[in-house]
């Protein structure tokens, strides 16, 4: 039983349910300082109190064009809330959320520069996927044509005289990005875009939003599953409690935020680890090789090469977007069944 206030937001929602898509049939777009000036989403101190609960808390940072930022944090962070105050369903406390300097509300043709899926069972379940999008098109002035073209590019074409119900979660997922794709919109806000679709499902939707991305459209895309984000985003913004923890690059994020680890196997394992905890490192035993914390290859390989002790194998472990984002978010969790340990976090298929 969801909780009422899901319903209460479902009812506030435009009558093309949770999907708010642009339209204006326009070409695909190129890169330009137009569509750059026109589509950067900028939060100004954003906050949202419900009651006593302060779901977004004096949030400021840009999503900027031309990149994908994967939109991170542990349930009830305020990821939904935010995107939902940037798509005027939902009205600040305080602060501001534009697109291209604009609220939503105030966009001349706010449905042209946006494309958002928030909830893929929104759709009305007795349409069909094609009369769906129809219907949307021809309530955003979208010609008729962009339907066909969005269906092909979801590979929904074949069920797209099929009813919504009979859908599975993927397919719908697929209509809700049909959705949002029909105008053509520079900005993509996207919640859990990847939920339910199978791994050739997802590994579509990788290559669609970062082609959309390279075109120089704006990219906001949430998710849980950070192997498929650590792939998918250029840039990461990190919600807690509903307050910015990070605006960095995905690269940079990993590395601010896993200390380094070095992987070595020797003929010589005895030595070579009594001489590493003389040193001050810690040393754990994997598979027949050393994982030593906190250093680099580098040196691992110095420290050796000094002691005269033989390496078979020197290598720096890659840190995972996993590791970096539970040491990030560890406190910052609304709701957690137990402290988190990596062997209690649940893995990606
Ligand atoms: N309409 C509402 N009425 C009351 N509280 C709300 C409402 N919407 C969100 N909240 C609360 O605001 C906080 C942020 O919720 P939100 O759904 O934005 O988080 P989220 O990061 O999207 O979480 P999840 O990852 O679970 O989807 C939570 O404490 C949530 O219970």
């Not at 194998?313 to 977007?321: C, F, G, Q, W």
Request: hydrophobic share 40%.
């Amino acid at each position: 039983m969801p909780p009422s206030w899901q319903s209460a937001r479902s009812r506030r929602l435009p009558r093309t349910g949770e999907t708010v898509s642009s339209g204006g049939g326009r070409p695909a777009r190129a890169p330009s300082g137009h569509a750059d000036a026109m589509s950067s989403i900028d939060l100004e101190d954003l906050t949202k109190e419900y009651g006593s609960t302060r779901a977004v808390d004096r949030l400021t940072c840009t999503v900027e064009p031309g990149r994908v930022t994967g939109f991170l944090g542990p349930n009830g962070a305020g990821k939904s809330t935010t995107m939902r105050l940037v798509l005027g369903l939902d009205h600040p406390t305080s602060g501001t959320a534009t697109i291209g300097g604009r609220p939503y509300a105030t966009l001349r043709e706010p449905l042209r520069t946006v494309g958002a899926l928030l909830d893929a069972q929104a759709a009305h379940g007795s349409r069909t996927a094609r009369d769906h999008l129809r219907f949307l098109a021809v309530s955003n002035r979208i010609p008729a044509r962009r339907v066909d073209e969005v269906l092909e590019e979801t590979g929904l074409a074949a069920v797209a005289r099929r009813r919504i119900r009979t859908f599975s979660l993927g397919m719908r997922q697929r209509l809700g990005i049909a959705a949002a794709l029909l105008g053509d919109p520079p900005v993509l806000i996207l919640d859990e875009p990847v939920n339910g679709l199978d791994p050739e499902g997802i590994v579509w939707i990788r290559d669609l939003l970062r082609r959309l991305a390279r075109e120089g459209r704006t990219v906001l895309v949430s998710s849980h599953l950070m192997n498929e984000t650590a792939v998918l985003a250029d840039h990461l913004v990190v919600l807690g409690r509903g307050r910015l923890l990070a605006d960095v690059p995905t690269q940079d994020f990993i590395e601010q935020h896993s200390p380094p680890r070095a992987r070595v196997r020797t003929d010589d394992p005895a030595r070579l680890r009594a001489t590493l905890l003389a040193e001050g490192y810690t040393v754990q035993e994997d598979d027949g090789r050393w994982v030593v914390k906190g250093a680099r290859a580098g040196e691992v390989g110095a420290v050796a090469a000094r002691e005269g002790i033989p390496l078979l194998e020197l290598t720096d472990e890659r840190a995972s977007l996993e590791q970096a984002y539970f040491a990030l978010t560890a406190d910052e969790a609304e709701y957690t069944a137990a402290a988190p340990a990596s062997s209690t976090v649940p893995q990606e298929a």
